[in-house]
């Protein structure tokens, strides 16, 4: 079983439409991180977080770590929004990040 | 512009040959890291360096080598006991326990 798991794995929307996607972890963590992959593979960090919720624009992320739950929402989705949103996992000790596989997400207009 | 660079952004490799892929940046981060991304796989992390001329293997190192002989600088060379090279890799810096910044990534291709 893996550390980090994502759901869902794919995902299609329709421009407009609230997105959710969902990650659980099964280790002690210091941090967790989202980060969003478009097609030419380049990687962007989106959020960084430890508890709560941050928010950035249309984006809003939230962290539960006595449930070891985190979940990336975006509001108002639009077809640039498409990309691969990937959950890592800072363990504690390890230097070191553990990743999901990725959620791909595809918004049509 | 502060960033990372990786290059080449492709790259060709014939059987029982050594290549070398570059990772260069300029926003003076300690650590640098390399990472393997497979299809329907989450990154894995093939190397990671916290400090100059001090490397540590992370969890697929076999058939990998780096150096780090400058800050700016953590080249990966891909020898030839890696068998299945044909993979792409990213390259990351950070400082602390701060978020990681990935370079735009080499796509590696076996002939």
């Known amino acids: 079983k893996n550390e980090v798991e994502q759901s869902p794995q794919n995902l299609t929307a329709q421009e407009g439409e609230f997105i959710t996607i969902n990650c659980s972890y099964s280790?002690?963590?210091?941090?967790l991180h989202w980060l969003q992959q478009h097609p030419g593979g380049g990687i962007v960090s989106l959020f960084m977080?430890?508890?709560g919720k941050k928010k950035h624009g249309r984006l809003i992320a939230t962290i539960n770590i006595q449930e070891k739950h985190s979940s990336l929402h975006i509001t108002a989705s639009h077809p640039r929004d498409s990309a691969v949103y990937i959950c890592?996992?800072?363990?504690?000790?390890?230097?070191?990040?553990?990743f999901g596989t990725g959620t791909r997400l595809q918004v049509f207009p | 512009d502060g960033g990372i660079t990786q290059s080449p952004k492709y790259l060709f490799r014939k059987e029982g040959q050594n290549v070398t892929l570059s990772c260069e940046q300029n926003?003076?981060?300690?650590?640098m890291y390399w990472y393997r991304q497979d299809p329907g796989q989450g990154l894995r992390l093939i190397y990671y360096?916290?400090?100059?001329?001090?490397?540590q293997k992370g969890d697929i190192a076999e058939g990998y080598s780096v150096s780090r002989e400058k800050k700016e600088s953590f080249p990966l060379t891909v020898t030839s006991a890696q068998k299945n090279p044909t993979a792409f890799y990213l390259c990351?810096?950070?400082?602390?326990?701060?978020?990681?910044?990935f370079g735009p990534g080499t796509r590696l291709l076996v002939l």
């Open positions: 890592a996992v800072r363990e504690k000790g390890p230097d070191k990040l553990i």
């Open positions: 280790v002690g963590i210091s941090a």
């Open positions: 977080l430890s508890s």
């Open positions: 926003l003076n981060h300690d650590a």
């Open positions: 360096s916290q400090i100059v001329n001090d490397f």
């Open positions: 990351a810096t950070g400082r602390g326990q701060e978020t990681q910044y």
